[in-house]
């Protein structure tokens, strides 16, 4: 079965630069969400997007945006790369937006490198 | 092909009740097995993380066990709450993270 697939897997940048993060979702979900994993944490949700809108916001930078594309992809763009955004950079799709009985399933993760 | 599986796929149980969800894997490198709590709308948030040498881990009302054997885990809930309900998450770690697709848990008064 199709899962969540997310690209690159690795990214190196230097400090400053932008970087853009890619998800696709497993086919027909139409929600996703954004994860960043800090070194030895849980994950920290940072955004969702429902049917190509933003559904709801957690600890996302102001450097950071998303947005769902028409195909119900959804990039992370992340500006003015600081050290701490190194991290591990997880996306997570469901059908629905979270209610009772919907299931998130994971990517394998982008691993954000800030030189 | 690294899979995690996760069974059952959803569950309603009554408050006060024990229930035992199950992980099998295949990730190969094997460094790790962790258990995440979701609830709706939020990140997952660990439960526990057990090695290649641990077979039971508790943490409160949670216990995790791991057989590196037959690869499977299963956390076992005891005496559920109202506020147990949420997804499971079972991540295994190798070369790389492998997340199962979770269990629903719905505890019900």
């Known amino acids: 079965a199709a899962g969540v697939i997310q690209s690159p897997r690795h990214l190196i940048k230097e400090k400053r630069e932008t970087a853009t993060l890619k998800c696709y979702p497993i086919?027909?979900?139409?929600?996703v969400y954004w994860y960043q994993q800090g070194p030895g944490q849980d994950p920290q949700f940072l955004i969702s997007f429902y049917e190509k809108m933003q559904s709801d916001k957690g600890s996302i930078p102001d450097r950071f945006s998303a947005q769902q594309f028409s195909d119900y992809h959804s990039e992370l763009n992340m500006s003015s790369l600081e050290l701490g955004d190194s991290a591990l950079y997880f996306c997570?799709?469901?059908?629905?937006?979270?209610?009772?009985?919907?299931?998130?399933?994971f990517g394998a993760g982008t691993r954000l490198s800030v030189l | 092909k690294n899979q995690v599986e996760q069974s059952p796929q959803s569950l309603i149980i009554l408050e006060g009740k024990n229930c035992t969800l199950q992980c099998n894997y295949t990730v190969s490198p094997f460094s790790n097995l962790r258990w995440y709590k979701q609830d709706t709308g939020r990140g997952p948030v660990s439960l526990t993380i057990m090695t290649f040498s641990e077979n039971t881990k508790s943490n409160g009302r949670y216990t995790a066990t791991l057989d590196a054997d037959t690869k499977q885990s299963s956390l076992h809930i005891t005496a559920s709450q109202l506020s147990d309900s949420a997804s499971y998450i079972c991540v295994v770690r190798g070369n790389m993270l492998t997340f199962g697709g979770g269990t629903r848990l719905m505890v019900k008064p």
């Open positions: 997570a799709s469901s059908l629905g937006r979270g209610e009772v009985g919907n299931i998130q399933y």
């Open positions: 086919p027909r979900h139409d929600t």
